[in-house]
């Protein structure tokens, strides 16, 4: 059971990561608490299974195609629907929870609310330690982990990188240092995004794939981000980390425990916020005038 | 004849026409209060009277959504957990105990109050977009608890069987709406009173306003138990109304409806959110009447929500009172946008630039 607990929450807590991650990113340098973040993580699964079952495009160029589609879409959305009311923070916020509805019925109406397999993009298990994993899993693992350094490369050592660490850290100062704030915050909008839809494409094989699958980690992916502290990268993988063990250990360790994981893991962050209300990792700032 | 009554049915008349009438805003307000409280008498048709009185339940827990995140800036996300309470409280004691359907009410309302009082004490040192995200997760902690004991909750179905309010059917809704007309109006009343002032201004600048000696823990709690009382109550009216207390009470989609119709009517009035459910309810329920449009009808929701706020994105009521009123440049009192004159100070009145526009 232990074995079963350790790789559990650690591949969940890896495709947690990866949603955080781009949720924490546009929080910190656009401020827009993005509700539709993991509806694009539904779409990119969605998009996969289109490709992959029902056009019978081979595996690597459905994943690449979806991830790119579901991207090409954020930037639209953000254009066309986020970019007009940005200086109103409550219209940004609906805009969002609006999108996520629009796309949540759209699949509906088209694919109905039927769950859709997709098969594996690798089959077989892998024995270790009298643990079988299967190679969907390892997978998971190996593409989160990937993303996750890339992100930390192009964050630390690019040029682009260094103008979203700028934006989020002061947008009026990047501003006047002459950075293009606006396509900063569309370039890290589109980087977000691609992480949401990476996790879609990789997990669809795992989880079921129906409308409402973006709901529960939506949930989730805010408890670790406010957990970790919002806009804080390290806080949101320790804090996805935490989380998908918390959840692993509820459901293997507690009768009922699949009922409780959520309850479980929202406890624990609201107890975390009584001791620290900036999270693990946020930064406690004097208040914004 | 009887001379009180006469001198209070002419001062009735002279207060409705000096204060009322002259202004826009406050003759749709009544024309609203007279619509609610006739159309039963004249088109008593169930299935308009159901739709009416879902709208009248869900505007009062909007409204009650504006007093914490309008006035107070407590932006709650998890607002259907005051209302779930008071559904599941309501329904369990009256159901359990066989109390009579107006205890169960309070009952549920006052529990609900209670869990407001329980947030508001967890969350008093979060600060905006997190007190946001972490007031979502305590609806989902609560199901998560209701469905771990079904026993206790009857799990996913939930509650069934509970007492409706009144036996026929238009008592029902004179029961659910003047009960939302009385706190509706009773929370309009509070926000546009003192602790009105001093929620805008927690809103604006907690700092500040600790700085000017005023306890800010004491009315944010106190906020946040009212906001919770008023949910609660709209809660424990729909598990009446509908018989049942289900899990759906709780989700998260019922939070994010309230801040949808919160935010599309326009914060920080009260009236905005109200507004915003007598409209968008009831187009809703129509549109899913029409066979092509059942299926989408969340999605032309949906997008009618987006539409609107790229053109008012303050919000619907204030971009209405904008265009039908104009504020006197003197007394800074609101005057009919038609009038040239202000009407207390007679300050000649330059067209606004909303007005304009």
Same mark, same amino acid.
């Given at each position: 059971?232990?074995?079963?607990?350790?790789?559990?929450?650690?591949?969940?807590?890896?495709?947690?990561?990866?949603?955080?991650?781009?949720?924490?990113?546009?929080?910190?340098?656009?401020?827009? /608490?993005?509700?539709?973040?993991?509806?694009?993580?539904?779409?990119?699964?969605?998009?996969?299974?289109?490709?992959?079952?029902?056009?019978? /495009?081979?595996? =690597?160029?459905?994943?690449?195609?979806?991830?790119?589609?579901?991207?090409?879409?954020?930037?639209?959305?953000?254009?066309?629907?986020?970019?007009?009311?940005?200086?109103?923070?409550?219209?940004?916020?609906?805009?969002?929870?609006?999108?996520?509805?629009?796309?949540?019925?759209?699949?509906?109406?088209?694919?109905?609310?039927?769950?859709?397999?997709?098969?594996?993009?690798?089959?077989?298990?892998?024995?270790?330690?009298?643990?079988?994993?299967?190679?969907?899993?390892?997978?998971?693992?190996?593409?989160?982990?990937?993303?996750? /350094?890339?992100?930390?490369?192009?964050?630390?050592?690019?040029?682009?990188?260094?103008?979203?660490?700028?934006?989020?850290?002061?947008?009026?100062?990047?501003?006047?240092?002459?950075?293009?704030?606006?396509?900063?915050?569309?370039?890290?909008?589109?980087? @977000? /995004?691609?992480?949401?839809?990476?996790?879609?494409?990789?997990?669809?094989?795992?989880?079921?794939?129906?409308?409402?699958?973006?709901?529960?980690?939506?949930?989730?992916?805010?408890?670790?981000?406010?957990?970790?502290?919002?806009?804080?990268?390290?806080?949101?993988?320790?804090?996805?980390?935490?989380?998908?063990?918390?959840?692993?250990?509820?459901?293997?360790?507690?009768?009922?425990?699949?009922?409780?994981?959520?309850?479980?893991?929202?406890?624990?962050?609201?107890?975390?916020?009584?001791?620290?209300?900036?999270?693990?990792?946020?930064?406690?700032?004097?208040?914004?005038? | 004849?009887?001379?009180?009554?006469?001198?209070?049915?002419?001062?009735?008349?002279?207060?409705?026409?000096?204060?009322?009438?002259?202004?826009?805003?406050?003759?749709?307000?009544?024309?609203?209060?007279?619509?609610?409280?006739?159309?039963?008498?004249?088109?008593?048709?169930?299935?308009?009277?159901?739709?009416?009185?879902?709208?009248?339940?869900?505007?009062?827990?909007?409204?009650?959504?504006?007093?914490?995140?309008?006035?107070?800036?407590?932006?709650?996300?998890?607002?259907?957990?005051?209302?779930? &309470?008071?559904?599941?409280?309501?329904?369990?004691?009256?159901?359990?105990?066989?109390?009579?359907?107006?205890?169960?009410?309070?009952?549920?309302?006052?529990?609900?109050?209670?869990?407001?009082?329980?947030?508001?004490?967890?969350?008093?040192?979060?600060?905006?977009?997190?007190? @946001?995200?972490?007031?979502?997760?305590?609806?989902?902690?609560?199901?998560?608890?209701?469905?771990?004991?079904?026993?206790?909750?009857?799990?996913?179905?939930?509650?069934?069987?509970?007492?409706?309010?009144?036996?026929?059917?238009?008592?029902?809704?004179?029961?659910?709406?003047?009960?939302?007309?009385?706190?509706?109006?009773?929370?309009?009343?509070?926000?546009?009173?003192?602790?009105?002032?001093?929620?805008?201004?927690?809103?604006?600048?907690?700092?500040?306003?600790?700085?000017?000696?005023?306890?800010?823990?004491?009315?944010?709690?106190?906020?946040?138990?009212?906001?919770?009382?008023?949910?609660?109550?709209?809660?424990?009216?729909?598990?009446?109304?509908?018989?049942?207390?289900?899990? @759906?009470?709780?989700?998260?989609?019922?939070?994010?409806?309230?801040?949808?119709?919160?935010?599309?009517?326009?914060?920080? &009035?009260?009236?905005?959110?109200?507004?915003?459910?007598?409209?968008?309810? =009831?187009?809703?329920?129509?549109?899913?009447?029409?066979?092509?449009?059942?299926?989408?009808?969340?999605?032309?929701?949906?997008?009618?929500?987006?539409?609107?706020?790229?053109?008012?994105?303050?919000?619907?009521?204030?971009?209405?009172?904008?265009?039908?009123?104009?504020?006197?440049?003197?007394?800074?009192?609101?005057?009919? @946008?038609?009038?040239?004159?202000?009407?207390?100070?007679?300050? =000649?009145?330059? =067209?606004?630039?909303?007005?304009?526009?």
């Amino acid at each position: 059971m232990l074995q079963d607990i350790l790789i559990t929450g650690l591949v969940n807590g890896g495709v947690y990561a990866l949603l955080a991650i781009g949720f924490s990113l546009i929080f910190g340098v656009a401020r827009i /608490v993005n509700i539709a973040h993991t509806a694009f993580y539904m779409l990119a699964a969605y998009c996969f299974y289109t490709l992959l079952v029902r056009l019978h /495009v081979p595996g =690597p160029i459905a994943a690449f195609a979806s991830v790119g589609a579901v991207t090409a879409l954020s930037v639209l959305c953000y254009r066309l629907v986020i970019e007009p009311v940005r200086e109103h923070e409550s219209a940004v916020l609906i805009a969002t929870i609006a999108l996520a509805l629009i796309f949540q019925e759209l699949m509906l109406y088209f694919f109905g609310g039927n769950f859709l397999g997709i098969p594996s993009a690798v089959d077989g298990v892998l024995t270790l330690w009298g643990v079988s994993i299967p190679y969907q899993r390892l997978l998971i693992l190996a593409v989160a982990a990937t993303m996750l /350094v890339a992100t930390w490369y192009l964050l630390y050592r690019t040029r682009l990188g260094l103008a979203i660490r700028a934006t989020a850290n002061d947008l009026e100062v990047a501003n006047l240092m002459g950075m293009n704030v606006h396509r900063v915050a569309m370039a890290t909008v589109a980087i @977000s /995004v691609a992480l949401a839809a990476i996790a879609g494409v990789v997990v669809a094989p795992v989880f079921v794939v129906d409308p409402f699958m973006w709901l529960t980690p939506l949930v989730t992916m805010l408890a670790i981000v406010v957990l970790g502290g919002l806009g804080s990268l390290k806080g949101s993988l320790v804090g996805a980390l935490v989380i998908g063990y918390v959840e692993a250990i509820t459901v293997f360790a507690l009768p009922q425990g699949a009922f409780l994981k959520g309850a479980v893991a929202l406890s624990i962050m609201v107890l975390v916020l009584l001791a620290r209300p900036e999270g693990l990792f946020g930064v406690a700032f004097e208040e914004e005038r | 004849m009887s001379n009180p009554l006469l001198f209070a049915a002419r001062r009735s008349w002279v207060n409705l026409r000096n204060e009322v009438l002259v202004l826009p805003s406050r003759v749709l307000a009544l024309v609203w209060v007279l619509l609610v409280l006739l159309v039963p008498l004249v088109y008593g048709d169930p299935y308009v009277l159901r739709i009416l009185a879902m709208t009248c339940i869900f505007a009062l827990f909007a409204a009650s959504w504006d007093l914490l995140a309008g006035y107070a800036g407590q932006i709650n996300f998890g607002h259907a957990l005051f209302f779930g &309470t008071g559904a599941y409280t309501s329904a369990l004691v009256s159901l359990r105990l066989g109390v009579p359907p107006w205890l169960g009410v309070c009952a549920g309302a006052a529990t609900a109050a209670l869990a407001g009082f329980a947030v508001g004490f967890l969350c008093l040192r979060l600060r905006g977009s997190y007190l @946001s995200l972490a007031t979502l997760a305590f609806p989902l902690i609560a199901t998560g608890v209701l469905f771990a004991f079904p026993d206790f909750s009857g799990g996913e179905l939930g509650i069934g069987g509970v007492r409706s309010l009144a036996l026929s059917r238009t008592a029902n809704y004179y029961i659910i709406a003047v009960a939302m007309l009385l706190l509706v109006f009773g929370m309009w009343k509070i926000a546009d009173s003192k602790i009105g002032l001093v929620l805008h201004a927690i809103r604006d600048d907690e700092v500040a306003v600790r700085a000017a000696g005023i306890n800010t823990t004491r009315y944010k709690l106190a906020v946040f138990a009212m906001s919770a009382f008023a949910a609660g109550v709209a809660g424990a009216l729909y598990a009446h109304f509908l018989r049942v207390a289900g899990p @759906s009470s709780l989700e998260v989609a019922l939070s994010f409806q309230v801040v949808i119709w919160g935010i599309f009517g326009g914060v920080a &009035t009260i009236y905005g959110p109200v507004a915003a459910v007598f409209i968008l309810y =009831p187009l809703t329920e129509w549109l899913g009447s029409f066979r092509a449009f059942g299926e989408l009808r969340l999605l032309v929701f949906a997008v009618i929500v987006l539409l609107v706020l790229l053109f008012m994105p303050r919000g619907l009521t204030p971009w209405v009172r904008d265009k039908i009123e104009t504020q006197c440049p003197r007394c800074k009192q609101r005057n009919a @946008s038609w009038r040239s004159a202000c009407r207390l100070c007679a300050a =000649p009145l330059a =067209p606004t630039a909303a007005a304009r526009a």
